[in-house]
């Protein structure tokens, strides 16, 4: 999802706002304060002096940075499913399900009636006597607990049934049978499930879509329809089974499993869909069809539906009865979502992904954008264009873009920006340059947690801190001024001075308020990824970062994955970093705390770590004619406890002034006491 900034930018002394809202606020163009980043390794490591004091032993002065202990991954290490390495290990195993569902739209009624069976694959060393199935349309039942307000009185979802291996089960307390409590059913089985084997599960039910909820909906004759359907639970090596509440705010976590859909919806209506297209003659217009085969062949935007082409017997085909079915596939994905909508215009290009894994041949994959005709004013005109550029751009940065599609749909205001397989909804106001940064960041998204399916639940950074990592990348690479990463760290030293700061490692639905929650889930992540390129250099981070990718891919990471595997793609043990930033609210202060020149050429530098962060030092000293010299004073100098620590710096004959982190690639909580003379 999406995390609109705050409108508070913490410049003027004001405390955090409730500015980090999910709808409708105005999101302020990004400023352009200071310049990006520098993209250079850190400097050649100085020696300190003093040394360090000897009496204490390495492995204690370490251990107030060592990684907290946690019992049910070290017990997935002995069982041999995951590594100290980083890589799954050699019994890992995963939960997997087909799907084949139908649903029918009724546009007057606002409900959804569905069916469907799910192959369900017990991969696992154990006897499951039930499986729990998400049935996050509950979260509009009136007795549901929630986070996030949301029009109670619609109801839920309604099972009309619920069968295993042909046999109807009923809701019941005892034996065989299914109980739903708020968005989660348990189903208890007739027989246990045992490893290696699989069962079939039948479903009927309906639900109201809820006008406007949050991340889909309704609106006007435009419909998102996200989490529509009966979902498996996520049953995984470490946690067991991932069954908390979907209370609105914390986002999800999901398997990975085929789709073969069946989605009527009346004729006329445009159907955007996560997914392969499977009956494109029976749905669409020849002259639609013709205009999609000119997108595919590559080349500028192509207008598919235009402003006069919509409707049964333009866009589509006419329909039996009224009513058109759209059939959609896919394969090896989390979700299936889709939109549908009699007002969409249709735009369609191709986005170039590179060299795909088993091929030798660049290849492309289609971009598709639904939007309403009021949605232009919104830059919607241009989000196909923008779309195709995130692809190719993280295509090249991460790996290449797997997915037949990438769809961007206009949709109900609440989406703000939201994730889903092949598909982002984006709704509420934006212009042209906003439209860009959102689509950047739900692109991002496709990368993780799409194919790199981590638990948005519990670890959100692993997700959104990714997203907005990548989304400064996205846009650097289109408005080099435009300094994301600068608003990013902002943010996030903004919460820090005021007090406001929740640590990266709480389970989502435990933050104080969603501007803790924004802080911990995307600022701070981003921001501490662009620091750790201070440490081990961009290039290493991100190699770290496809490394993971590979590893991961299409598989459940949990944090010491990714933690493992950038200590052994850099080299380095870096939990000390992973410690300070992920578990703790621990400040970064480094202050000069006094200088003396030892001659004419050489300082004597006194640095303070005021904060409880340890961090390397990044000296920089500057000479009247613009010379510059660097000295990274390396962190280990502050694993012993010590707050001061002096160290010898050659500097330029004409020094005139000495800086710590001149380009802010730490985000120190305090600028004021970094350079010497003081301004
Ligand atoms: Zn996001």
């Known amino acids: 999802m999406h995390q609109r900034r705050p409108l508070t930018r913490f410049r003027s002394g004001l405390a955090l706002l409730g500015g980090l809202s999910w709808a409708a606020c105005s999101t302020a163009p990004a400023s352009s304060v200071a310049g990006p980043v520098p993209r250079s390794a850190p400097a050649a490591p100085a020696t300190p002096t003093p040394p360090p004091k000897a009496a204490q032993t390495r492995a204690e002065s370490t251990r107030a940075y060592a990684l907290p202990t946690w019992a049910p991954f070290d017990t997935a290490i002995v069982r041999g499913t995951r590594t100290r390495t980083g890589e799954p290990g050699p019994a890992y195993w995963q939960q997997r399900a087909e799907y084949h569902l139908e649903a029918e739209l009724n546009q007057v009624s606002k409900r959804l009636n569905g069916r469907g069976t799910i192959t369900y694959h017990n991969n696992s060393p154990d006897t499951l006597p039930t499986i729990y199935i998400q049935a996050y349309g509950n979260l509009f039942a009136p007795e549901a ?156 935007v192509v207008s598919i539906v235009p402003d006069n082409g919509r409707g049964a017997g333009k866009a589509t085909q006419k329909g039996k009865d009224g009513k058109l079915t759209w059939r959609f596939k896919a394969e090896n994905v989390r979700d299936v979502t889709w939109a549908t909508s009699n007002l969409y215009l249709w735009d369609a290009t191709t986005a170039a992904v590179g060299v795909r894994e088993g091929s030798s041949v660049p290849d492309t994959t289609m971009i598709y954008s639904f939007y309403r005709t009021d949605a232009r004013r919104s830059g919607w005109g241009e989000s196909a264009t923008y779309a195709s550029r995130a692809i190719t751009i993280f295509s090249k940065v991460l790996w290449p873009y797997p997915y037949p599609h990438m769809t961007v749909v206009d949709g109900p205001s609440s989406c703000g920006g939201m994730e889903y397989p092949m598909m982002t909804c984006i709704g509420g106001d934006w212009n042209e340059r906003t439209l860009l940064d959102v689509e950047a960041h739900e692109i991002a998204h496709m990368w993780f947690p799409m194919q790199v399916g981590s638990d948005e639940k519990r670890y959100a950074w692993m997700d959104e801190g990714m997203a907005q990592y990548f989304q400064s990348i996205a846009i650097d690479a289109q408005f080099p001024d435009a300094d994301d990463v600068g608003e990013n760290r902002r943010n996030y030293v903004g919460a820090v001075r005021y007090g406001k700061e929740t640590e990266m490692m709480r389970y989502g639905d435990k933050y104080p308020d969603y501007n803790a929650y924004g802080i911990a889930s995307y600022f701070k992540p981003a921001t501490v990824l662009v620091a750790l390129g201070g440490v081990i250099s961009d290039s290493t981070v991100l190699r770290g970062i496809r490394e993971y990718g590979k590893r991961w891919n299409g598989r459940h990471p949990m944090p010491n994955d990714f933690w493992n595997t950038m200590n052994e793609v850099s080299g380095q043990d870096l939990d000390w970093f992973w410690r300070t930033w992920y578990y703790e609210t621990w400040k970064l202060d480094q202050a000069i705390d006094g200088v003396v020149r030892a001659n004419s050429d050489t300082l004597v530098i006194t640095v303070e770590n ?10 920089v000293a500057r000479g009247a004619s613009g010379d510059t010299t660097n000295l990274t004073v390396p962190v280990d100098v502050w694993f012993q406890g010590e707050k001061k620590v002096a160290v010898r710096m050659a500097v330029p004959q004409d020094f005139t002034r000495l800086e710590i982190d001149p380009t802010q690639r730490f985000p120190d909580a305090d600028r004021s006491n970094q350079s010497w003379p003081q301004r």
């Not at 005021?610 to 000296?619: D, E, I, N, Q, T």
């Open 145 to 300: 607990k929630r986070n996030t307000p949301v029009l109670a009185t619609l109801g839920g979802i309604i099972f009309t049934k619920v069968a295993v291996e042909g046999r109807a089960l009923d809701s019941s307390a005892l034996g065989a049978g299914w109980t739903v409590t708020g968005t989660v059913m348990a189903l208890r089985l007739p027989k246990p499930l045992l490893p290696g084997t699989s069962v079939e599960l039948e479903f009927g039910w309906n639900l109201r879509i809820p006008p406007d909820g949050p991340r889909g909906g309704q609106d006007r004759e435009t419909y998102v329809l996200s989490y529509w359907y009966p979902q498996v639970a996520v049953y995984d090596d470490v946690n067991g089974w991932q069954i908390d509440q979907y209370l609105g705010n914390a986002e999800f976590y999901m398997g990975y499993g085929d789709y073969d859909v069946a989605l009527t919806v009346p004729e006329g209506w445009l159907v955007g869909s996560t997914g392969t297209l499977q009956n494109p003659e029976e749905v669409l217009s020849d002259s639609t069809r013709a205009r999609l085969a000119r997108a595919h062949a590559g080349g500028s």
């Open 610 to 619: 005021k904060g409880r962060a340890p961090m390397p030092v990044l000296l």
